[in-house]
């Protein structure tokens, strides 16, 4: 597990948790992982791509709650 402690599309202030996955192959964990967080969704994308993670969560504040 890493943390990058870096702004997400240029926000430090992000409220919706999201569950990033850049193949298709891990859709399925993107889901699961999310399913486990409260109001996540999922998001296939190659914004972390570089990062060389299967999924980046992006914990929004709305866990806070």
Request: aromatic share 6%; glycine share 10%.
């Amino acid at each position: 597990v890493h943390t990058y402690g870096m702004p997400v599309n240029g926000k430090n202030n992000v409220t919706q948790t999201v569950v990033y996955y850049s193949q298709a192959a891990n859709e399925g964990a993107a889901l699961a992982l999310a399913h486990s967080l409260r109001g996540a969704t999922t998001q296939l994308t190659q914004d972390f791509a570089a990062t060389g993670a299967d999924l980046t969560v992006v914990v929004g504040s709305n866990q806070a709650k």
